[in-house]
């Protein structure tokens, strides 16, 4: 957990152009005159809309469909990461050649279901690769930061590489549907796990690898249509909730940060986890998660896990 100091807060409500400095990742074309959900408003799941997020100026509304397994009140991982690395792209926008591969988000508070903002900083600009830093804010406080990394992509005539001989999953047509078992009593009801088609091809609770295909119902941001990055983070944090290897009703096991490193970016809406989680006994633990689409591997996901035991209630 870490605050926002308050040089940090006042720097995060500078506006710059994109690709340099410091600037807040504005919302687009229109957004001012687009309708404002509030929380309350969002409670009856007929009134929210197809989006993880609605754009209010430069800011971002949370809708229910980001609601998380662990409290009510605070989203899924997956969303927040998406919206972190919708930014970063944005700050790479002024050279279409760059082509982020790596993010690494690191999850400094649970982030609210609330209205929330996003300041990118360019750290370097160098001539084959740019690293951008974005904040992700809510009231004033940051909660989540993300350091992306991207590559200036080029015709490079390299010979035929003997490709991964790992076996590729099944596709998802085949699998069955997965309900991410950590969700548990009333947040097994919408939420994430409603926003997201996810198919299970192989394993199950309790086994190692477990294989699930996932695919966003709904978009990142309304009126837009995710990247092919947005839709790797969207899916990408749900490495823990598909290796569930622990009770989820005896313990917890919240990540604390996530890792994505890709070669390529996935063909279509589907990206699929084969996820490995190891738990220690002295509260740590890790998931591996190895990324696909339909054509074969695409990179890895790495989540940090905080394993905790969940208090029972006592009578009397």
């Given amino acids: 957990m870490a605050s926002t100091s308050a040089t940090e807060a006042q720097r995060a409500e500078r506006e710059r ?10 919302a687009g074309a229109g957004a001012a005159s687009t309708a404002c959900y509030s929380v309350r408003a969002m409670r009856d799941p007929r009134e929210v809309p197809d989006a993880f997020y609605v754009p209010e100026g430069a800011r971002f509304v949370a809708t229910g469909h980001t609601r998380g397994p662990w409290s009510a009140g605070h989203q899924h ?10 930014s970063i792209e944005r700050a790479m926008a002024d050279d279409p050649a760059l082509r982020v591969m790596r ?14 903002e996003v300041a990118t900083t360019v750290l370097r600009a160098g001539r084959k690769v740019r690293r951008v830093e974005a904040v992700l804010t809510a009231d004033g406080r940051s909660v989540a930061r993300a ?12 010979p035929p590489v003997r490709p991964d001989l790992h076996e590729m999953p099944a596709p998802p047509e085949g699998g069955t549907p997965w309900t991410f078992p ?11 796990i409603a926003a997201v088609d996810a198919r299970c091809v192989r394993g199950g609770v309790g086994e ?3 294989t699930v295909w996932i695919r966003s119902r709904v978009a990142l ?6 990247s092919p990055l947005q839709r790797v983070m969207i899916a990408a944090d749900s ?20 890792t994505v490193h890709l070669h390529r970016l996935p063909v279509d809406e589907w990206v699929c986890l084969e996820a490995i989680t190891a738990p220690e006994p002295d509260g740590i633990g890790l998931t591996r998660s190895r990324l696909f689409d339909r054509r074969g591997s695409i990179g890895y996901g790495l989540q940090t896990l905080v394993v905790e035991a969940r208090r029972r209630e006592t009578s009397g």
């Fill in 17 to 26: 152009e994109p690709g340099r400095g410091r600037g807040r990742d504005a």
């Fill in 77 to 86: 991982a997956g969303p927040p990461s998406a919206l972190l690395a919708r």
């Fill in 103 to 116: 993010l690494a988000v690191e999850l400094m508070a649970p982030v609210p279901i609330a209205t929330i």
């Fill in 147 to 158: 350091a992306g990394l991207a590559i200036r992509t080029e015709a490079v005539p390299v």
């Fill in 182 to 192: 950590v969700f548990q009593g009333g947040s097994a009801r919408g939420g994430y």
């Fill in 208 to 210: 190692n690898p477990t």
């Fill in 221 to 226: 941001v309304a009126g837009e249509s995710p």
């Fill in 239 to 258: 490495g823990n909730g598909i290796a569930i290897v622990l009770d989820p009703e005896r313990f917890t096991f919240v990540n604390a940060d996530l």
